[in-house]
Nanobody
Framework: QVQLVESGGGLVQPGGSLRLSCAASGTIFSINAMGWYRQAPGKERELVATITNGGKTNYADSVKGRFTITISRDNAKNMVYLQMNSLKPEDTAFYYC????????????????WGQGTQVTVSS
């Protein structure tokens, strides 16, 4: 079983910054992709960004081109981060961490796990 714990959310003014962190723990042999998703009130959960264990990143069209949102990871610590600068009110949402993990060297089966989420509110 894998646990993902997010941290770093909070209330920030428009134009402000936040750095979200997500720590993965549990039965983990390796982690493939990790990512961040968000869900705003009344909307479906949507992709923000993903990153492979090799560091290849993918950003949703809604945030692509905003050079103020960056996903990164620390493979040694099983952590993924989301640095968000110049935040806008439309970035207000619950942010969820996601990871595709392989539990053991004896299997190629992978599992998708989700964290409980962290609230990000951008408001003056």
């Amino acid at each position: 079983q894998v646990q993902l714990v997010e941290s770093g959310g909070g209330l920030v003014q428009p134009g402000g910054s936040l750095r979200l962190s997500c720590a993965a723990s549990g039965t983990i042999f390796s982690i493939n992709a990790m990512g961040w998703y968000r869900q705003a009130p009344g909307k479906e959960r949507e992709l923000v960004a993903t990153i492979t264990n090799g560091g290849k990143t993918n950003y949703a069209d809604s945030v692509k081109g905003r050079f103020t949102i960056t996903i990164s990871r620390d493979n040694a610590k099983n952590m993924v981060y989301l640095q968000m600068n110049s935040l806008k009110p439309e970035d207000t949402a619950f942010y969820y961490c996601n990871a595709e993990t392989r539990p053991s060297s004896w299997t190629v089966t992978t599992f998708i796990s989700w964290g409980q989420g962290t609230q990000v509110t951008v408001s003056s």
